[in-house]
Nanobody
Framework: QVQVVESGGGLVQPGGSLRLSCAATGNIFDIYAMAWYRQGSGKERELVAEVTIYESTNYADSVKGRFTVSRDKSKNTLYLQMDSLKPEDTAVYYC?????????????????WGQGTQVTVSS
C-alpha cells in the first residue's frame, strides 16, 4: 500500500513564508502526478498546485507568483514553497498522489491522500 504524510504547517504572519513537505512511501515504482490541495473552514477542497512526472506544473490563480511546487521523483517527495502568505491562504493543506504504480508496474486503483497539515496566516 501507499502512505502519504505531510509536514511543515504552522502559524505565520501575513507576508511570511512556509515550506510544506510531503512524503509518499510504500510499494511505489513511480507516481504520475503529485499535488497540493487545501480546504478552508466552510469551504470545498480546492487544488493549489500540481506537478507531473514530466515536471509540468499547474497552479490555482490565487497562488500564482507566490507559491512554488516541486518534487523529488527519486524520493517520492513533494514540496510547496509558500511566500507572501495572506490570511485567505489559511486552510488545511493536503498532499495527493495520483496514478501510482507498484514495483511490478501495475497501477493502484484510486489515488492517495495525506492526513493534512494546518496552515494559519494571522497577525
Amino acid at each position: 500500500q501507499v502512505q502519504v504524510v505531510e509536514s511543515g504547517g504552522g502559524l505565520v504572519q501575513p507576508g511570511g513564508s512556509l515550506r510544506l513537505s510531503c512524503a509518499a512511501t510504500g510499494n511505489i515504482f513511480d507516481i504520475y502526478a503529485m499535488a497540493w490541495y487545501r480546504q478552508g473552514s466552510g469551504k470545498e477542497r480546492e487544488l493549489v498546485a500540481e506537478v507531473t512526472i514530466y515536471e509540468s506544473t499547474n497552479y490555482a490563480d490565487s497562488v500564482k507568483g507566490r507559491f512554488t511546487v516541486s518534487r523529488d521523483k527519486s524520493k517520492n517527495t513533494l514540496y510547496l514553497q509558500m511566500d507572501s502568505l495572506k490570511p485567505e491562504d489559511t486552510a488545511v493543506y493536503y498532499c495527493n498522489a495520483d496514478r501510482v504504480r507498484r514495483l511490478d508496474l501495475t497501477y493502484y486503483s484510486g489515488d492517495f491522500w495525506g492526513q493534512g497539515t494546518q496552515v494559519t496566516v494571522s497577525s
